[in-house]
Nanobody, 123 residues
Framework: VQLQASGGGRVQPGGSLRLSCVAA????????MGWFRQAPGKEREFVAA????????RYSEIAKGRFTISRDNAKNTVYLRMDKLQPEDTAIYYC?????????????????WGRGTQVTVSS
């Protein structure tokens, strides 16, 4: 599975972005998907995950109430809508394809990773 993330950019505090991740591969529609992020000098951290069907989602505390993960299996795409962005949300955001159909906050449960897209929140 190859993953290509896009949609990052520079936004002012309080602004919004929608990230997209397009997957190439036959297992997309049966795999759980996740978004992670990594800021300079910090470890990669979990942001959000969704099951293969899109019916169940999980969020980190930093994402709850501000971010929304969704997927469109017909388009082999998973999205991350981010609202009320703050400077501390600045990071490279990565999408990942899970080893199974469930959702997980653990990086070890993901088999494939995209290259990431930069999100910068600054005034």
């Amino acid at each position: 599975v190859q993953l290509q993330a896009s949609g990052g950019g520079r936004v002012q505090p309080g602004g919004s972005l929608r990230l997209s991740c397009v997957a190439a591969g036959r297992t997309f529609s049966t795999s759980g998907m996740g978004w992670f992020r990594q800021a300079p000098g910090k470890e990669r951290e979990f942001v959000a995950a969704v099951t293969w069907s899109g019916q169940d989602t999980r969020y980190s505390e930093i994402a709850k109430g501000r971010f929304t993960i969704s997927r469109d299996n017909a388009k082999n795409t998973v999205y991350l809508r981010m609202d009320k962005l703050q400077p501390e949300d600045t990071a490279i955001y990565y999408c990942a394809s899970g080893r199974g159909s469930w959702m997980s906050s653990n990086t070890r449960d993901y088999a494939y990773w995209g290259r990431g897209t930069q999100v910068t929140v600054s005034s």
